[in-house]
């Protein structure tokens, strides 16, 4: 197996790091491809923190090196690979410098622990087995379920353990440290409304909890947060799975997945998103 990612790519260089679970791949060449061509190499030999962090292996993982473009359009098409292997490292996420794209919403919750983080993080006991399934199945599919632990009596104690659930899920996420907002919306419609609405902050949140008092249907198209919702078929939805959000625990949605709530629209829910102090969202 071999992981790793192209980060960066100019017209006269590339970045990123690659890894093994097989073998220790520090030290080796790595070489750069344009459409089957070589246009430069260099060894993986740079430290990354993030990388030792996660455990993989000493961090030691990191290449930068030169590369020769027959045209500056082609740094989009670079591939990395170690030199004696047939997989390779495409470009996903990478950043091409000096090339314009469509800006993406700056979403706060939008960026997750990598899967290799995930494990790293299990195996040493840093997160319980079901933080570690939150995270994967919120990774792979982009919703997730929460049961809350048993409420006590009172509609104030049920409302804290749901504040303090929420606010666990956006730290569990990554964003220690953010505050937690809350929207209530009493059909399907006021939701629609505010995630179009680019002013209104469940807009920019990059994950949405969702909880109500009686039971609650959202159909979610799973993964699509991977992909653009413009490429889905239009009857994505339709086939999509059904997730049930009960009084007795939460559901959280990746804000760039394709879903909808589901009859009956008129039903009071609450939506929880991280959110920076000042209230408003960000990268």
Same mark, same amino acid.
């Given at each position: 197996?071999?992981?790793?990612?192209?980060?960066?790519?100019?017209?006269?260089?590339?970045?990123?790091?690659?890894?093994?679970?097989?073998?220790?791949?520090?030290?080796?060449?790595?070489?750069?491809?344009?459409?089957?061509?070589?246009?430069?190499?260099?060894?993986?030999?740079?430290?990354?923190?993030?990388?030792?962090?996660?455990?993989?292996?000493?961090?030691?993982?990191?290449?930068?090196?030169?590369?020769?473009?027959?045209?500056?359009?082609?740094?989009?098409?670079?591939?990395?690979?170690?030199?004696?292997?047939?997989?390779? #490292?495409?470009?996903r996420t990478s950043k091409i410098v000096g090339e314009e794209r469509p800006e993406e919403p700056a979403l706060v919750g939008g960026r997750l622990p990598a899967p290799e983080t995930i494990a790293?993080?299990?195996?040493?006991?840093?997160?319980?087995?079901?933080?570690?399934?939150?995270?994967?199945?919120?990774?792979?599919?982009?919703?997730?379920?929460?049961?809350?632990?048993?409420?006590?009596?009172? &509609?104030?104690?049920?409302?804290?353990?749901?504040?303090? &659930?929420?606010?666990? #899920?956006?730290?569990?996420?990554?964003?220690?440290?953010?505050?937690?907002?809350?929207?209530?919306?009493?059909?399907?419609?006021?939701?629609?409304?505010?995630?179009?609405?680019?002013?209104?902050?469940?807009?920019?949140?990059?994950?949405?909890?969702?909880?109500?008092?009686?039971?609650?249907?959202?159909?979610?198209?799973?993964?699509?947060?991977?992909?653009?919702?413009?490429?889905?078929?239009?009857?994505?939805?339709?086939?999509?799975?059904?997730?049930?959000?009960?009084?007795?625990?939460?559901?959280?949605?990746?804000?760039?997945?394709?879903?909808?709530?589901?009859?009956?629209?008129?039903?009071?829910?609450?939506?929880?998103?991280?959110?920076?102090?000042?209230?408003?969202?960000?990268?």
């Amino acid at each position: 197996m071999l992981i790793g990612a192209v980060e960066a790519v100019t017209s006269e260089d590339v970045s990123g790091w690659i890894y093994s679970p097989l073998k220790d791949l520090h030290g080796t060449m790595a070489l750069a491809y344009v459409d089957g061509a070589c246009v430069g190499s260099g060894r993986v030999e740079h430290f990354r923190q993030d990388l030792a962090d996660a455990g993989l292996s000493h961090g030691k993982l990191g290449f930068h090196f030169p590369v020769a473009l027959p045209e500056e359009a082609a740094a989009g098409r670079v591939v990395v690979s170690p030199e004696g292997c047939e997989a390779i #490292i495409m470009q996903r996420t990478s950043k091409i410098v000096g090339e314009e794209r469509p800006e993406e919403p700056a979403l706060v919750g939008g960026r997750l622990p990598a899967p290799e983080t995930i494990a790293w993080l299990r195996k040493r006991q840093a997160i319980s087995k079901d933080e570690s399934d939150l995270l994967t199945s919120f990774s792979d599919f982009g919703v997730a379920a929460w049961p809350m632990q048993a409420a006590r009596s009172g &509609a104030g104690d049920r409302t804290a353990a749901r504040e303090e &659930a929420a606010s666990s #899920i956006v730290q569990l996420c990554g964003m220690a440290g953010r505050q937690v907002g809350r929207a209530e919306f009493s059909n399907a419609r006021d939701l629609a409304a505010a995630l179009d609405d680019e002013d209104h902050p469940v807009s920019q949140a990059g994950l949405l909890v969702f909880h109500a008092d009686r039971p609650l249907t959202l159909t979610v198209v799973e993964g699509s947060h991977r992909t653009s919702k413009g490429k889905l078929i239009a009857d994505a939805l339709d086939r999509g799975i059904r997730y049930a959000v009960e009084p007795t625990g939460l559901l959280v949605v990746h804000r760039l997945c394709a879903f909808r709530l589901e009859q009956p629209h008129a039903r009071q829910f609450t939506v929880h998103y991280p959110r920076d102090a000042a209230g408003r969202a960000q990268d």
